[in-house]
């Protein structure tokens, strides 16, 4: 990388990183100074035309906005559901779309990190890293994984990515930006366009813009409704939702407004989406840490059946959840944590007159579901952490979560 480049990727991180601590919401003195942002670097706005570029595809038709689209929170315009992808567009999805707001925050991956309770630091286990499993450690790292997926945007390896590159309408600014000989090494032209595409990320301010209502109302400047207030208690009640625990509501260090995440991993036995093409095929499973897609942690069988705490901004806005799309409403989402284990006939299959439990998940492996953190900590026929009413209530404090745009 060359010294304009450094320049901008270092000064963008700052920036980034200092409005993420300071902005809390619109109308705050930060917010109100970040107003007008300042324009982009040369690298990020290279990126920008990285991002919307589908001549990047071997189909020629997929781009990464295809999947994280800016007028849906950087997630699918399907609402989490991917589009088909590969070279003739019908490689079939393996799992929802995340969102890309709000990932700036985002830890490298460890198998452990610890939380202070007072007395002692815990292990909390495996966290941080991006993606669903965690497989890629910074936001370039992440931009090559789809770009080299045939599913998705079907580059069969760096120099036919870097070719596709080299023949883009912006191959000029590639060179001034990272060198005049940077396509004599396809690797490098592939590692410069991931790193633009990171700025990119970094500095427009619409991936991490803080403006929803529960924003303003931390800074003092909305108010939320009898039920949303009603529902916000549910959300850091330990006793009803508890979803502060693995969601964290409070603003951080320094007023750093809420990303909503552990940046955890959690087992959570989600049932099995039978529509997926890949669960056609009895014998497949998606371990999350443990594989298909992340191969350095398959031995590491406590790992099986783990997937990454997602943010609660813009939740609301989806059309499928969790991993596997397997539910397409939020309150489905609330009804199936507190009625998991209290009804689990209404979630799971029943073979031989048995429910099958965490049926997504190999037997040897649904020991590593949580079933010790309230409301996942129930028996059969207890009555569920939430009444239908209170999951109105909550569902109605989590849109709250939803920027404006």
């Excluded at 599913?151 to 023949?167: C, F, I, V």
């Excluded at 191969?295 to 069988?301: C, K, M, P």
């Excluded at 813009?314 to 991993?323: E, K």
């Amino acid at each position: 990388m060359n010294t304009q480049a450094a320049a901008a990727w270092a000064g963008a991180a700052l920036y980034a990183a200092l409005y993420a601590a300071l902005c809390v919401a619109p109308g705050s003195p930060a917010c109100a100074a970040a107003a007008t942002p300042p324009a982009l670097s040369d690298t990020a706005q290279l990126g920008q035309q990285i991002f919307f570029d589908p001549s990047l595809s071997a189909s020629g038709r997929l781009s990464c906005a295809s999947c994280h689209s800016p007028s849906h929170a950087y997630s699918s315009p399907g609402g989490g559901a991917a589009p088909r992808g590969g070279e003739r567009l019908d490689r079939p999805p393996l799992r929802t779309v995340p969102s890309l707001r709000y990932l700036e925050a985002t830890p490298r991956f460890t198998r452990h990190y610890y939380v202070d309770h007072g007395n002692e630091l815990e292990d909390e286990g495996a966290a941080g890293g991006f993606m669903l499993d965690g497989r890629a450690d910074s936001l370039h790292a992440q931009a090559l994984i789809p770009w080299l997926d045939a599913a998705e945007m079907g580059n069969r390896n760096l120099p036919e990515l870097a070719q596709r590159l080299q023949r883009a309408p912006y191959a000029v600014q590639l060179r001034q930006l990272f060198g005049e000989r940077l396509f004599e090494q396809p690797r490098q032209a592939v590692a410069a366009a991931a790193l633009a595409v990171e700025q990119f990320e970094l500095q427009d301010l619409s991936f991490h813009p803080y403006s929803s209502r529960y924003d303003a109302y931390l800074a003092g400047s909305a108010v939320l409704t009898d039920q949303e207030l009603r529902g916000l208690s549910l959300f850091t009640d330990p006793r009803k939702g508890n979803c502060a625990e693995c969601h964290p509501n409070s603003p951080g260090a320094g007023g750093r407004a809420p990303d909503f995440t552990d940046y955890a991993y959690h087992a959570l036995g989600v049932p099995r989406n039978r529509k997926l093409a890949a669960n056609a095929d009895p014998r497949f499973y998606d371990l999350g840490l443990c594989g298909p897609r992340r191969h350095d942690l398959q031995a590491e069988t406590a790992y099986c059946g783990y997937f990454k705490t997602p943010t609660l901004r813009n939740a609301a806005r989806r059309g499928q959840f969790f991993h596997n799309g397997r539910f397409t409403t939020l309150e489905e989402v609330l009804h199936f944590y507190v009625e998991r284990d209290t009804a689990p006939q209404r979630w799971y299959p029943t073979q031989d007159g048995r429910v099958r439990r965490f049926d997504d998940l190999p037997r040897v492996y649904r020991s590593n579901v949580d079933t010790s953190d309230g409301p996942l900590n129930r028996a059969r026929g207890q009555a569920p952490a939430l009444t239908s009413a209170e999951i109105v209530d909550l569902a109605a404090f989590l849109r709250t979560l939803d920027d404006a745009d």
